[in-house]
């Protein structure tokens, strides 16, 4: 069997933050990380190469997306994910549960799976746990995800309830039919915003959890402080052994204080996504290179940041090529928010191995919320 395994190297002394070392088949991941988004096997407008300039340990792919175009079974004859992409880090897949989610106008939920109409010429699709299983084993990556049913913030409690028991059957049912070594399968924890069926569902998911254990359902659309809250309710009942994952979460607060309540491992598009409307997180905050007062602004993005963008391009001339809509506007803007998010990740596993977490936090909130209180 291929080994996976995690080490813990530090514990903060005040809080559930912690640093580790997840091993992988294509190599180890240094955690608190950031995982940025190649929904369709590419991560948007940035090489594979300029990945791993700025410090990509590991990348997300979609399983829905693949599946649709150009299919599992092409991406498998070309060698699977790592090939394909020639990316030959460590790769993560979804297991398309949260598109599904979103499609709630074209899908329709049974025992059996999920039944969903294309985006792309409106075809007739199901999946099944089962299905699922067989997709991410042929696109190959290193960690994939079990089947669930994410449920949207605001819904009954008795909706919630059969979406987590639910899931825990497919979940039941995707860790019987996976049966690849090379591959560890995440469980993933959902029952919406209520704590109890949190709690029911972070027990019986720790039974099927081996090398990681996933949060799902999060992040999508409620408050702040409700997140924080489940997350608090979680954190007693994780496995201390192997990383927690809190997916779809890419906002430097989220990130921040799901570490801060043992978090190790986060996603998201957010970052490519805002870069090609002309967004930009820098230590001061976020900008949006578009207005007026950056047209005259020799000055870098962020005067902190080393990377391509901030090293060799002034404000005015990214206001430049955003204003025109220059495809290069949305690649310099993205190398520049990915690096800053895994410089983020880099600079909290410092912090945490020096415990100074908590000041860490307060003087980073200082600069980049000067306008904002953070729970």
């Known amino acids: 069997m291929t080994k996976f395994g995690f080490e813990i190297i530090h514990k903060d002394s005040k809080t559930l933050a912690r640093c580790g070392k997840l091993t992988t088949p294509h190599g180890d991941v240094m955690t608190p990380a950031f995982m940025p988004v190649g929904t369709q096997a590419t991560v948007k407008?940035?090489?594979?190469?300029?990945?791993?300039?700025?410090?990509?340990?590991?990348?997300?792919?979609?399983?829905?997306?693949?599946?649709?175009?150009?299919?599992?079974?092409?991406?498998?004859?070309?060698?699977?994910?790592?090939?394909?992409?020639?990316?030959?880090?460590?790769?993560?897949?979804?297991?398309g549960g949260?598109?599904?989610?979103?499609?709630?106008?074209?899908?329709?939920?049974?025992?059996?799976?999920?039944?969903?109409?294309?985006?792309?010429?409106?075809?007739?699709?199901?999946?099944?746990?089962?299905?699922?299983?067989?997709?991410?084993?042929?696109?190959?990556?290193?960690?994939?995800?079990?089947?669930?049913?994410?449920?949207?913030?605001?819904?009954?409690?008795?909706?919630?309830?059969?979406?987590?028991?639910?899931?825990?059957?497919?979940?039941?049912?995707?860790?019987?039919?996976?049966?690849?070594?090379?591959?560890?399968?995440?469980?993933?924890?959902?029952?919406?915003?209520?704590?109890?069926?949190?709690?029911?569902?972070?027990?019986?998911?720790?039974?099927?959890?081996?090398?990681?254990?996933?949060?799902?359902?999060?992040?999508?659309?409620?408050?702040a402080d409700v997140m924080y809250r489940i997350l608090d309710v979680l954190a007693p009942y994780y496995p201390d052994n192997m990383p927690r994952y809190l997916m779809g979460v890419g906002t430097p607060d989220y990130i921040i204080e799901g570490v801060r309540r043992g978090v190790d491992m986060f996603d998201c598009v957010l970052p490519t996504r805002i870069a090609r409307n002309?967004?930009?997180?820098?230590?001061?905050?976020?900008?949006?290179?578009?207005?007026?007062?950056?047209?005259?602004?020799?000055?870098?993005?962020?005067?902190?940041?080393?990377?391509?963008?901030?090293?060799?391009?002034?404000?005015?001339?990214?206001?430049?090529?955003?204003n025109c809509n220059e495809i290069l506007a949305g690649m310099l803007l993205s190398i520049h928010n990915i690096s800053f998010l895994l410089k983020l990740t880099e600079n909290i596993r410092k912090a945490i191995n020096e415990n100074n977490f908590d000041q860490f936090t307060q003087s980073f909130y200082a600069k980049y919320y000067k306008n904002r209180h953070i729970e």
């Open 45 to 95: 407008g940035v090489l594979p190469t300029t990945l791993k300039e700025i410090g990509t340990q590991i990348l997300l792919s979609n399983t829905y997306h693949l599946y649709l175009r150009p299919g599992s079974d092409i991406v498998e004859q070309t060698g699977g994910l790592h090939d394909f992409m020639q990316w030959n880090g460590p790769i993560l897949t979804d297991s």
């Open 98 to 223: 949260f598109q599904v989610f979103s499609l709630s106008n074209t899908r329709k939920i049974t025992e059996e799976g999920v039944l969903f109409a294309s985006i792309l010429d409106g075809s007739r699709h199901l999946f099944t746990p089962e299905k699922v299983m067989h997709i991410e084993n042929q696109l190959g990556a290193d960690i994939i995800m079990a089947f669930d049913e994410c449920t949207p913030y605001g819904m009954d409690r008795n909706g919630a309830e059969q979406a987590m028991y639910r899931t825990l059957r497919w979940l039941d049912r995707c860790y019987k039919t996976h049966n690849d070594d090379r591959q560890m399968l995440f469980p993933i924890i959902q029952g919406n915003m209520y704590e109890d069926l949190r709690t029911e569902s972070v027990k019986r998911t720790v039974e099927y959890a081996k090398c990681g254990i996933a949060i799902g359902g999060l992040s999508v659309g409620e408050p």
């Open 278 to 322: 002309g967004t930009a997180m820098t230590s001061a905050g976020r900008i949006n290179v578009r207005n007026a007062q950056y047209k005259t602004d020799l000055l870098p993005l962020d005067e902190q940041c080393d990377c391509y963008c901030c090293r060799n391009f002034t404000k005015a001339y990214l206001r430049h090529l955003v």
